[in-house]
């Protein structure tokens, strides 16, 4: 598979899933949960509060990782691990971008000072069951 077939398929994963696991460091230690996820290009996106936790990890430490695509249809699902580094962004655009009436069961609308937008800029994206010849880790 050739570098421009892996990015579709890494897009065509980014573009289907949205919901997926984050890894913050905690302590020394991967914390994971659960997030929502956009992407612009291979910039992920994901709204949280900047009172939690993962807030304060990132502002720590902004080594992440996220999985992201598994269909729970089985061994033969395609999906990315992301490794990159996150930061806080608090751009008014970027949040009129990613609002959702679904994030009103956190947020008081796109305004709420607490809302901010997790960027993650990938430095290594691998594309994990998406055919025999894969794992394959995408040139960034």
Request: charged fraction near 30%; charge should be negative; proline fraction near 4%.
């Amino acid at each position: 598979m050739n570098q421009q077939d892996i990015k579709q398929k890494v897009l065509d994963v980014l573009d289907h899933h949205k919901v997926g696991s984050l890894a913050t460091v905690q302590k020394g230690k991967p914390h994971s949960r659960y997030m929502t996820f956009f992407h612009d290009g291979l910039t992920i996106y994901t709204p949280t509060s900047k009172e939690t936790h993962k807030a304060e990890e990132i502002e720590n430490n902004p080594n992440v990782h996220i999985l992201l695509g598994y269909d729970c249809e089985g061994f033969g699902d395609a999906y990315v691990e992301v490794a990159g580094k996150a930061k806080i962004n608090n751009s008014a655009e970027l949040k009129d971008k990613i609002w959702s009436s679904k994030l009103e069961r956190w947020f008081d609308g796109k305004d709420d000072p607490n809302l901010v937008i997790l960027e993650i800029e990938p430095e290594d994206i691998r594309l994990m069951n998406a055919g025999e010849k894969t794992p394959v880790s995408l040139e960034l």
